[in-house]
């Protein structure tokens, strides 16, 4: 069945330190592939997505490219802000059980907290 | 995307009893899909609704439990039944949209079971 990894947490950066998140999968056929976040207290927010091999996809200063060859889906960003403290999860949405529509996958989530 | 709302947004309810979680969309959409989220931990998916057929359960969750209905295109509720405890939860729906099968998520309920 399908999986996705994140690298352990949490993780604790100062303001404008660089960001990465490790994230790799596992499924079958050619997932669809997200990271969400959740500020404390929210539902969960669509940060970005990517939809075939060497995809990048981004948003708000966050990237992440859609790496077949090792299954990965790493996020980054280059100077995280205070405001980036949320926790964050990895996802793949795949039909490949033959259904009309997707399901999604999640991963353990990783705990961000950024210190001015 | 469709802008989703639920009810309540939290609530604390004793051992025993039924919540009933509403989730209301802006825009028809064919597939939504609710999920548990434990304390500290990642999302499960417990069912999908999709409109005038019953949902379909995840592994370790049945109807008897957490029955759902889906009247209309727009509109879905959860029922917690005979709480315990452990169904202390947020629990999200959410709704499919865009060719990548992605889903918008609403805002949850933080439900709380003494």
């Known amino acids: 069945g399908n999986s996705v990894t994140q690298m352990e947490g949490p993780v604790t950066l100062s303001e404008e330190a660089f960001l990465t998140i490790n994230c790799t999968y596992t499924a079958t056929g050619y997932p669809s592939l997200f990271w969400y976040v959740q500020y404390p207290g929210e539902g969960l927010q669509l940060l970005l997505k990517?939809?075939?091999?060497?995809d990048k996809g981004s948003n708000k200063g966050f990237e992440a490219t859609y790496r077949k060859e090792t299954t990965s889906f790493h996020l980054e960003k280059g100077s995280v802000q205070v405001s980036d403290s949320a926790v964050y999860f990895c996802?793949?949405?795949?039909?490949?059980?033959?259904?009309?529509?997707?399901?999604?996958?999640f991963g353990q989530g990783t705990i961000l907290t950024v210190h001015p | 995307s469709a802008v989703i709302s639920q009810k309540p947004s939290r609530d604390i309810c004793q051992r025993g009893t039924s919540l009933t979680i509403q989730c209301q969309v802006d825009s028809q959409v064919t597939m939504m899909f609710w999920y548990r989220q434990q304390p500290g931990q990642s999302l499960t998916l417990i069912a999908t609704?999709?409109?005038?057929?019953?949902?379909?359960?995840e592994s370790g969750f049945v109807i008897d439990k957490f029955p759902i209905s889906r009247p209309n295109l727009t509109f879905s509720t959860l029922t917690v039944s005979n709480m315990s405890p452990e169904d202390s939860s947020i629990y999200l729906c959410?709704?499919?949209?865009?060719?990548?099968?992605?889903?918008?998520f609403g805002p949850g309920t933080r439900l709380t079971v003494t």
């Open positions: 996802a793949l949405s795949s039909n490949a059980g033959g259904t009309s529509y997707g399901k999604l996958t």
């Open positions: 959410s709704v499919e949209e865009g060719p990548a099968y992605e889903q918008y």
């Open positions: 609704a999709n409109q005038g057929s019953e949902a379909t359960y």
């Open positions: 990517a939809t075939k091999a060497d």
